[in-house]
């Protein structure tokens, strides 16, 4: 019964673990495509303004 209780116990362990760098990945991946989105979108707007004027 214990070597069970010591099997689910690192299998929760190895669960949670990978949920916490999920959860890192995900953040950092936000936080890249939103900087990205940002810095593309002031350049097409540089661009529009030449275009227009």
Sequence with gaps: MLEYNEKVYKKISAAGTAGIVLGIIGIMTGVVVG?????????????????ID
Excluded at 35 to 42: D, L, Q, Y
């Design 35 to 51: 900087t990205m989105s940002i810095i593309f979108g002031a350049m097409i707007l540089d661009i529009r303004k030449h275009l």
